[in-house]
């Protein structure tokens, strides 16, 4: 995929289907990419909304179930996908980022025997949906799985966003508004997706294991709070994001206590090469 003129082609050089949402706004320099999930289970209801001006919603770009991807508004214009956020010390996250939505329910629930989405009101099938603890909850919940083919979808474009737009990061719509939104949740990978994205050269030079049961922290220091009851079992498979001090910013490779992307501070003098 290439981007030209901030409308995004294939690899053809056809453009991506366009869709232009009448809720935008003015002309900007993105600095973020945030990633979503639209909380319904079809592209088309996606697509409706972001064409309902009464919506009041948008985003730059919607990628379906099977990978195919559809855009909204050009890359230099700003969507309402946001809402009250912030974010290293900006405020209103629509008017400094590109948006990404994924067709995913989101958080399902049990009717009788079937799981389902509660917006739309779709049967997920059980192979579908996994148990999980977001990170900014207690408690595991269930959540509608993503496919495949939407993550990789995601790591190539967001890998072009910020390869193009010299984009600061890449978060979760959980990371700027965590008091009010779930999206994208702990069904997606987002250390590994931001990881690639932002460069990294080498995808297997970081992978560890603990060498003993160790402590994953909030922070690079024993004044920091445990993010998990137990430690780390010992051969925990880990993935080092970066260093700081004789501290390493992981991302937990397994499930742990229900967290399925758990990613925190170990000390690590306790990572050994598998």
């Known amino acids: 995929m290439n981007i030209k003129n901030h409308l995004l082609y294939d690899d053809n050089g056809k453009q991506i289907p366009f869709f232009n949402t009448p809720n935008k706004g003015r002309k900007y320099t993105p600095q973020y990419l945030v990633i979503h999930f639209t909380a319904v289970t079809t592209a088309r209801s996606s697509v409706n909304w972001f064409m309902n001006k009464d919506a009041k919603a948008s985003a730059h770009l919607l990628i379906d179930k099977d990978g195919s991807i559809t855009q909204f508004a050009p890359f230099d ?40 989405c509660p917006v739309d009101m779709k049967v997920i099938p059980e192979d579908d949906v996994v148990t999980a603890k977001h990170k900014n909850e207690a408690e595991a919940s269930h959540w509608h799985e993503y496919t495949p083919e939407q993550i990789e979808a995601v790591i190539q474009l967001s890998t072009l966003l910020v390869k193009t737009y010299g984009l600061k990061d890449v978060i979760g719509h959980d990371d700027i508004s965590p008091l009010r939104k779930s999206d994208p949740g702990p069904a997606f990978p987002m250390a590994s997706v931001r990881a690639k994205a932002m460069g990294r050269k080498d995808e297997t030079i970081d992978d560890y294991v603990t060498s003993t049961a160790v402590n994953i922290r909030s922070g690079a220091g024993t004044a920091f709070s445990q993010l998990t009851q137990s430690a780390l079992p010992k051969n925990t498979k880990v993935e080092v994001l970066k260093r700081e001090g004789n501290w390493s910013f992981v991302e937990v490779q397994q499930t742990v206590e229900g967290m399925n992307d758990l990613e925190g501070w170990i000390f690590s003098k306790y990572l050994i090469k598998p």
């Not at 969507?79 to 405020?91: C, E, L, R, Y």
């Open 77 to 116: 214009i700003v969507t309402w996908h946001a809402g009250k956020s912030q974010w290293n010390g900006i405020v209103g996250l629509n008017s400094h980022s590109i948006g990404i939505e994924i067709v995913n329910g989101g958080r399902v629930r049990k009717s009788g025997a079937s799981w389902i």
